[in-house]
């Protein structure tokens, strides 16, 4: 299978000293849905700040589509992967929802009609379509995850990365974007602690701690072994179910 993402020993270390990432390994093919689980402070939003070269590696590579991301590709890596970030406030930042989702393609230079098309085809597949005019003020917490999520769509990026996707989201609003994003034919890693939702929409799961790689395999099994969930803050310990 083609492969869409690489990352080969990649370590980071942020300003002050402290590591973040320790040496991460693996790859994604076309198509996967990968799930990356772990404790807080795991490094797993560091990880996904590298993909499209927010950050940049102490060491180690990052390969995108077969190129390594550098100072002269930075503007073409943030065109094929599309970050969502945890908050939609941090990605909503215009007076309407149209001026969001806009706004990654009026800065690729695409002419007025593209653009259109794009905001519109993105808002559609969200679910969101009439709400260009919309200020992002006014929308719920669901919508305005659906909207965040339609600014990077509107990019027709090749690699979907979202962090937290259901975090603070009721029950009716977790599984109506996980039906979104399951609909959605792009490769795609999610970062996640909710293990329900990595269930339903990731056959593949990675778990991160300390800044490294500690088990990738099939949900199925990963996700059927409590010990080592239990050994990485994922699941509580037997002692505490027993409790």
């Known amino acids: 299978m083609t492969e869409v993402l690489g990352l080969e020993g990649l370590c ?7 590591q973040a990432l320790g ?3 693996f790859t994604v093919a076309e198509g996967e849905s ?9 490094g797993k939003s560091t990880l996904l700040l590298h993909l499209n070269g927010l950050l940049r590696p102490t060491s180690g590579r990052v390969r995108l589509l077969g190129r390594v991301i550098d100072d002269n590709n ?12 945890q908050n939609p406030d941090d990605q909503l930042f215009c007076p309407s929802i149209f001026d969001d989702v806009a706004f990654g393609p ?5 002419p007025d009609d593209e653009v ?17 005019q919309r200020s992002p003020l006014h929308l719920s917490l669901g919508e305005k995850k659906r909207a965040a999520l339609a600014t990077v769509l509107s990019m027709s990026p090749e690699l979907l990365a979202l962090d937290e996707p259901s975090a603070n989201l ?17 490769t795609k890693i999610i970062v996640s602690h909710d293990l329900e939702l990595v269930r339903a929409l990731c056959p593949r799961v990675i778990i991160m701690d300390s800044g490294q790689v500690i088990a990738d ?17 994922l699941a509580p310990g037997l002692a505490a179910a027993l409790q």
């Open 116 to 132: 259109r098309r794009r905001v519109s085809s993105a808002l559609d597949s969200v679910g969101l379509a009439g709400f260009e």
């Open 74 to 85: 930075l503007k073409w890596a943030r065109q094929q992967v599309g970050l969502v970030f």
């Open 217 to 233: 395999g099939s949900a199925a099994e990963i996700l059927a072994d409590e010990a080592l969930l239990a050994a990485h803050k």
């Open 12 to 18: 980071y270390r942020y300003p002050g000293g402290q």
């Open 106 to 110: 009026l800065a690729m230079g695409y």
């Open 34 to 42: 990968v799930a990356i689980v772990g404790p807080n402070g795991a």
């Open 170 to 186: 009721d029950p009716g609003g977790k599984w109506a974007l996980a039906s979104l994003l399951r609909e959605l034919s792009l």
């Open 23 to 25: 040496g991460v390994s």
